[in-house]
């Protein structure tokens, strides 16, 4: 990947992540992990390269092809994202609305999703009425609404403190066992620490495999 005309970052990468896996993706501040997710949830286009996601090729299909592909993609951000203007049911509520779902479908799914994930009180709440951890429950929701195939968080726990943290993990191992693949990039190695999960560790945009969490390139 390249942005503009700086050093191209992410050289010679190469990895498969095996559907229904979870995985971390670490490394240090500036080491290419958000470029990685980007690349991933197809905001950019690698410079070079190929992308498998769900067996096709994303650098070669057609233009019209990318949004049925980002729909089965979920994404948490460090900073959530959520837009001020819409209640929680109402950003919960969004990707399904864009996907097409009737109003019938939205009032039997999102109420449910968001009573699972402890908001059942705050459906008609605002962002900038709710607590960082709140915050956090609705992006998640909003991730995962639509029942993505791949799960995408960017620093997630970045924004809250540590027992919203793990609860986060813990909700991601559900979502997980309900065969969601799911990847995490942090630097915070407190969480890393907490959760055998695999990890592909990136170093000033290079790969590493740390010993015994891949084979050949591919995680396990
Ligand atoms: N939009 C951008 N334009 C130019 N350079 C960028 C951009 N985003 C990231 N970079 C550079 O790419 C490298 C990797 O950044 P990033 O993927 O954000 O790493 P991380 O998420 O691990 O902190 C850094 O050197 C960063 O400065
Ligand atoms: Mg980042």
């Not at 896996?21 to 197809?42: R, V």
């Not at 097409?100 to 799914?109: D, L, M, P, T």
Request: proline share 5%; glycine share 8%.
């Amino acid at each position: 990947m390249r942005y503009g005309i700086s050093q191209e970052i992410l050289l010679d990468i190469s990895f498969t992540l095996e559907k229904g896996s979870f995985t971390f993706i670490t490394g240090s501040s500036g080491a290419g992990k958000s470029t990685l997710l980007k690349l991933l949830y197809l905001a950019h286009l690698p410079s070079r390269g190929k992308i498998r996601l769900f067996g096709k090729d994303v650098t070669k299909i057609n233009r019209s092809e990318l949004p049925g592909i980002r729909q089965r993609i979920g994404v948490v951000f460090q900073n959530f994202r959520l837009i001020p203007s819409l209640t929680t049911l109402d950003n919960v509520a969004l990707p399904l609305r864009i996907a097409g779902a009737s109003e019938v479908q939205v009032k039997e799914h999102v109420p449910e999703l968001l009573d699972w994930v402890g908001l059942g009180k705050h459906l008609h709440d605002y962002p900038e009425t709710l607590s960082g951890g709140q915050k956090q429950r609705v992006a998640i929701a909003r991730a995962v609404i639509a029942r993505p195939s791949l799960l995408l968080a960017d620093e997630p726990t970045g924004n809250v403190d540590d027992q919203i943290a793990l609860k986060f993990m813990f909700l991601l191992k559900e979502l997980n066992k309900i065969g969601t693949t799911i990847i995490v990039a942090t630097h915070d190695e407190t969480l890393i620490s907490r959760f055998d999960l695999p990890r592909l560790h990136l170093e000033s945009g290079h790969l590493n495999f740390p010993e015994g969490s891949v084979t050949n390139g591919a995680i396990r």
